[in-house]
């Protein structure tokens, strides 16, 4: 990767971004929560393979201003697609204004962000594809048997361990989550018409595989793709499945 990667704001909403010098489709990552803040390995390998590629930072995390959850995330992520559309961004480094031109959209959600993702791809039928890795996908019956991660002991970890990472006063985002009819299956699942590609590991101890399963086969354009490869999403797990991701994008592909 020769490219330098770009840091800008539209809005409040910091993201990265690097582009190809020419019309290609475009990779949107939203991270899970919690996550790190360093996307370099996942920006470099959809890179590689002929991408633009952004990543976003939710409203009141890391560089983003304001508070997390703050305002409905699925609307602050559609905000920021339609800003991509207008083709332009100024860079942070020089304050020049980089151009660019997207053919497809194609968003990936991790944990937490599928079902952002979810919720987006439903309000917001422009994506060509959307790409989900061990997504949550209905928070109201996350954890019900007890063998998965408790989102409200993390939580109140994150509000603790990631005091100026993540910027929020409420004890529970399941709580939260639910004052957001887009991120309820019941919303976006009949609106689900694009091709969706499930990533998830068999053994996952954090968002258990079987509500993946469950979910993909209700899609009507849904791909599971099982791995034993671990919950964490990283360029090491998309190089060892790509073979079957770059099939299922092809596939699909839309002119």
Known sequence: MKEP????YF???FFEFILQDKTSDAVIILPGFPSGNDFKDLIKFFYNRGYHVFVPRYRGAYQSTGKFLSK????DVISFIKHLEQGSA???WDNKKKTFS???KILLGIGFGGNIACGVA?????????ILAAPIWDFSKHNKNGDEQDLKQITEFVKKAYKNCYRYE???IVKKMKKFEETNPEFYMPRLSLPVLVLHDTNDRFVAFRNSKEMASRL???????HYLGHKLSADVLNALWKDIDKFIKINYVQ
């Open 122 to 130: 439903a309000k917001y039928p422009v994506l060509s594809h959307l």
């Open 170 to 172: 409420f004890s529970d």
């Open 90 to 92: 100024k860079s942070l």
């Open 72 to 75: 409905n995330p699925v609307d």
């Open 220 to 226: 009507a354009k849904g791909t599971l793709i099982e």
């Open 102 to 104: 997207i053919r497809n």
């Open 11 to 13: 809005g409040g909403i």
């Open 5 to 8: 990667i770009l840091r800008a």
